[in-house]
């Protein structure tokens, strides 16, 4: 072919391809979505990430899933009971159907619990899952090792899969339910969940299209959404600018120095969702004697301004916190508040014997939080009154992480987010004794260590009875608060937007997994 | 003329070696793979498996001539993106570059040489002044600009939502 009609060809097919495409966009059920990523994979259990977290939700159920309130909501399974002590019966829906045609049994409730213990991300939260069985075609049977309270927690990540689908061999002879990390295996191109959508079109890093699913089973919702172009838009600037000139209906992370712009465009809403994920600092004992003594771990809490930094550093955009716990958690304890007060924290540095105050260095990272690098460089200077000199050093988060588990420096930022969307994660990464047999404690950085804590931890953990286990929970946070073992200084905010008539408030949720399948759009300018 | 190609040849393989040596030197600076293939909440074991199963442990030396003789080989190693042998990444894309290398070629061997020809052999005729004063434009804009607006004037109007990277649709 001359180089004349490869010309010609292109100009003809950018001409077919501009109109034939143009009409859709104006239809009134596609929604077009920029969000930050897009799922790295399509094999929903091999990596856990938020991206195939909210991939998940669209094209598969998860047994139950969390609503606003923190309260499960029957999904794929509609009513649950604890058998016996390990033991949960859970009956499933009936009249569900997977993408690929096949109907949707107990069998594939076992065979995804299965495959979530051997994989490499899902296998720490499933370690409690002994077996899972099935009693007939809707009713399952999930037992645990020991007692264990947070079953239903878990459940929500269980997303069941089609097993008849995802058993057998490729062409080329490999297992197609083989879970590889970031390898081409079947279940990462391959996909037949019994979720809202299935994908039409994919491509890495550009853009995925996905199509209402005829037989889903869920026709109560209002949901009338049949198309989804979904492009990721890394870049916040890029992201709101889409959003603001009507190349997309629908974004998510609108970035706090935009809030106002969003919020008084035309056409355009935002919506701030309570965050669960908590911002805080270490303070590393094992470098730093001073705070092995808790009298000035409590002055470095009390010279710290939490209201002060959610307020003005985030505008709003985070609620000052006291403990790990938001409101809705198991948990929550009402009287734990931020606390401030320079003076106190002045004499208690003097009745530690350190008036004259020290130097630290502190790291943290500057593209990983919400205005990380500024909120470190705030509570460097507010440190700075009581002495404490501060030699920050922040970085973006390639280096960061390497530099965090190197704990070679004596302050750092953490935020944390409890995957199980419960009080006794945040202790047992963040503030347990490291044990590295466990993986206790694992991102401990100042390797704070109370084992009267992490005893009332452990024991709420196995503790069925949950307003006896809340009380405990309860009561943990009071002593961590206490003995300052995790400086506290907000939860940060969700914040999504969408054009006129995209009504995306009903659907999105602190846990920053749009239940898309109900999305309800009206448009105006519908016929 | 053989002798200049195959000095040609010999500097090309020169910078590429040099280049691959830096490119494989830095990659430790651009964080942990690991840390980006797993959740957070992963324990430490696992992570030494995979840092393992993928030869990140190897010293630099033993890494660096793993990938040059694959690379030899023409196995450019596998895309974690895009979950495709790199090289298929790269022939997919192909097609668009020498779209491009082609057009750029027809470009100058019709236009720009016998303009350049002319203006050699009558610099102070109209037309000549003509052309240099566009090329000296052409050449004071950034590409990138020159890029964008010529994007905006005429790809664009025609084919708003873009298409695969290659010229034909």
């Known amino acids: ?527 | 003329m053989i002798a200049f190609l195959i000095k040609r040849l010999m500097h090309a393989v020169l910078v590429m070696f040099i280049i691959s040596l830096l490119a494989f030197a830095i990659q430790d600076n651009l964080g942990d793979p690991i840390q980006q293939m797993v959740g957070q909440s992963v324990p430490e074991s696992e992570r030494e498996e995979l840092r393992e199963r993928f030869g990140l442990n190897d010293p630099f030396l033993v890494q660096y001539t793993r990938f040059a003789k694959n690379a030899l080989q023409g196995d450019f190693g596998y895309s974690y993106f895009y979950r495709e042998p790199a090289l298929d990444v790269i022939a997919r894309h192909l097609p668009a570059t020498l779209e491009l290398v082609f057009a750029s070629t027809l470009i100058i061997v019709v236009f720009s040489v016998p303009i350049g020809v002319y203006s050699a052999i009558k610099p102070r005729s109209l037309i000549s002044r003509f052309f240099m004063g566009i090329s000296i434009v052409g050449i004071s804009i950034p590409v990138f600009l020159t890029a964008i607006v010529h994007h905006a004037a005429t790809v664009y109007p025609l084919n708003p939502r873009g298409n695969d990277g290659s010229i034909a649709v």
Request: charged letters at 30%.
């Open chain 1, 1 to 527: 072919m001359t180089f004349k009609k490869t010309l010609l060809a292109s100009v003809i097919g950018a001409t077919l391809t501009g109109t034939a495409l143009l009409p859709s966009i104006a239809s009134a059920e596609t929604l077009r979505i920029g969000y930050s990523a897009d799922p790295e994979t399509l094999d929903i259990h091999e990596q856990l990430s938020g991206g195939v977290l909210r991939f998940s939700h669209m094209a598969f159920d998860p047994l139950v899933r969390w609503t606003k309130d923190f309260e499960f909501e029957p999904r794929l399974a509609t009513e649950w009971e604890q058998v016996d002590e390990t033991t949960m019966r859970m009956t499933l829906r009936e009249g569900v159907k997977f993408h690929s045609g096949n109907e949707f049994t107990a069998d594939d409730v076992v065979w995804t619990i299965e495959r979530l213990k051997k994989s490499p991300d899902y296998r720490g939260i499933f370690e409690p899952v002994e077996s899972a069985e099935a009693i007939d075609d809707t009713t399952v049977e999930i037992k645990t090792s020991e007692p264990y309270p947070l079953l239903l927690n878990i459940a929500t990540y269980i997303f069941p899969m089609d097993s008849e689908f995802y058993t057998g061999e490729t062409e080329d002879g490999d297992d197609k339910g083989e879970i590889e990390k970031s390898g081409d295996s079947y279940a990462s191109r391959n996909l037949s969940g019994t979720g809202p959508f299935v994908i039409t079109d994919r491509r890495q890093g550009v853009r995925v299209e996905f199509e209402r699913f005829e037989d889903y089973w869920d026709t109560e919702t209002e949901g009338n959404v049949s198309r989804i172009e979904l492009t990721p838009i890394s870049e916040n600037a890029s992201r709101v600018a889409a959003l603001l000139s009507g190349d997309v209906d629908f974004i998510d992370a609108v970035p706090p120095n935009d809030l106002d712009r969003v919020r008084d465009a035309d056409d355009v809403n935002l919506v701030e969702v309570d965050g669960t994920r908590i911002i805080g600092f270490q303070m590393n004992e094992e470098r730093v004697e001073a705070f092995q003594d808790a009298r000035v771990r409590q002055a470095v809490d009390l010279a710290i301004n939490q209201e002060g930094i959610a307020d003005r550093l985030m505008r709003g955009f985070a609620n000052p916190a006291g403990q790990f716990s938001p409101e809705g958690y198991s948990g929550h304890n009402p009287d734990l508040t931020p606390r401030y007060d320079v003076e106190r924290a002045k004499e208690l540095m003097a009745e530690a014997g350190y008036e004259e105050g020290f130097e630290i260095e502190m790291i943290a990272p500057n593209n990983r939080y919400v205005n990380d690098a500024q909120i470190a460089q705030a509570v460097s200077n507010m440190l700075a009154r009581i002495n404490i000199d501060v030699d920050l050093r922040t970085m973006p988060l390639a280096q960061y992480w390497p530099e965090y588990d190197e704990r070679e420096s004596d302050m750092a930022m953490i935020g944390w987010h409890a995957d199980t969307e419960d009080t006794a994660n945040f202790f047992q990464y963040l503030s347990f004794c490291i044990d590295e047999e466990t993986g206790a404690g694992q991102y401990n950085y100042g390797n704070y260590c109370n084992e009267e804590i992490d005893q009332l931890v452990t024991e709420a953990d196995s503790e069925t009875d949950q307003e006896k286990r809340n009380e405990m929970l309860r009561e943990a946070e009071a002593m961590l608060y206490e003995d300052v073992g995790y400086i506290t200084l907000h939860w940060q905010n969700l914040a999504y937007a969408a054009s006129e008539g995209v009504e995306i408030e009903p659907v999105v949720n602190a846990l920053d997994f749009p239940y898309l399948g109900d999305l309800v759009i009206n448009r105006e300018d519908d016929e």
